[in-house]
């Protein structure tokens, strides 16, 4: 394993210890039992507490299965990017991180088709696998037409990498569909829903995830599962047959208690035969991304760097 980023370690820890601190302020992400909490979770972007910025060079679209997507073309088209936005199965939303994803089209000359899957606690698991099985159903179909190519790739952060796999395995499982997607694009994701080591013992503290509240999230997203009930494969991936799937780059931070599924999961990954890239970001907590550090910066290069080229 190679960690990351060290180089900007005291700025990475002195953020985390800043959010911490202003934890009291903050609604707690086990406020998703709470309707009205919720609701106030869902209007904001993820991390922060001003709703997320629309931008105009996104269109919303149906697709085939009643789907909702959102989809970002920009003048150049090399490539498409079927991306899943995280909020623990229960928040987050296609259109809620424009600016990233638009940026993201231009730069790396992909069209961005992101999943506005349906949410837990109304509509738990496996609408939200479904609704991810169905837009990448409808992609591998209709790429062509669509958006001039065949060269598609797949992704997302936290619950997102988690339905990315999913939906993976849906495809070559369910439909014998392989090699249609090029490569995977995982940030942080949580892949073991029993809860591996690093999830139980990272205790309370009151970064953007710690173990209850992924507790309480993984209790929202699958209601009525007990800890054997979620090893099954079909809820976390960790425990399927890997074989077939492709290419892969797996980031996660040292201060996330999700470290051990993507370990883990880059080295089952690795062993069923397809490459892999695993970054492990010094400092950095669940959801880093979302905030403006340095190493942000560095992984948003690095992710449109590897979406730019993968699958060529």
């Known amino acids: 394993m190679t960690i990351t980023d060290e180089d900007c370690l005291t700025e990475t820890l002195a953020f985390n210890n800043q959010f911490e601190a202003s934890a009291a302020d903050r609604p707690?992400?086990?406020?998703?039992?709470?309707?009205?909490?919720?609701?106030?979770?869902?209007?904001n972007r993820l991390g922060g507490d001003t709703p997320p910025v629309r931008l105009p060079y996104g269109q919303d679209r149906v697709v085939e299965g009643g789907v909702k997507v959102r989809v970002f073309v920009p003048d150049h088209v090399d490539g498409v990017y079927l991306h899943i936005h995280g909020g623990g199965w229960a928040f987050g939303?296609?259109?809620?991180?424009?600016?990233?994803?638009?940026?993201?089209?231009?730069?790396?000359?992909?069209?961005v088709v992101s999943v506005d899957y349906r949410l837990a606690p109304e509509d738990p698991f496996p609408a939200g696998p479904d609704d991810c099985e169905a837009a990448a159903r409808w992609l591998v179909r209709h790429a062509v037409a669509e958006f001039g190519t065949e060269r598609l790739l797949i992704g997302g952060e936290s619950a997102g990498a988690h339905l990315s796999v999913v939906t993976l395995l849906r495809l070559r499982d369910r439909h014998r569909i392989t090699g249609a997607f090029l490569a995977a694009q995982l940030l942080f994701g949580p892949y073991d829903l029993?809860?591996?080591?690093?999830?139980?013992?990272?205790?309370?503290?009151?970064?953007?995830?710690?173990?209850?509240?992924?507790?309480?999230?993984?209790?929202l997203f699958t209601p009525g599962m007990g800890a054997e009930q979620r090893r099954d494969p079909e809820v976390s991936p960790l425990f399927a047959d890997l074989a077939g799937l492709p290419p892969a780059r797996i980031v996660v931070g040292t201060e996330d208690p999700l470290r051990d599924d993507s370990l883990f999961l880059a080295a089952r990954w690795q062993a069923a035969g397809a490459p892999v890239r695993l970054g492990v970001v010094a400092g950095a907590m669940h959801g880093f991304t979302l905030f403006p550090l340095t190493v942000t910066e560095r992984e948003l290069r690095r992710e449109r760097d590897f979406l730019s080229t993968a699958g060529r």
């Open 28 to 43: 707690a992400r086990e406020a998703a039992r709470d309707a009205a909490l919720l609701a106030g979770l869902r209007r």
């Open 194 to 219: 029993s809860m591996t080591p690093s999830q139980r013992s990272f205790g309370s503290k009151r970064l953007l995830s710690n173990t209850d509240s992924l507790r309480q999230t993984y209790e």
């Open 93 to 111: 939303s296609a259109d809620g991180q424009d600016e990233r994803l638009w940026l993201l089209a231009e730069r790396a000359r992909l069209a």
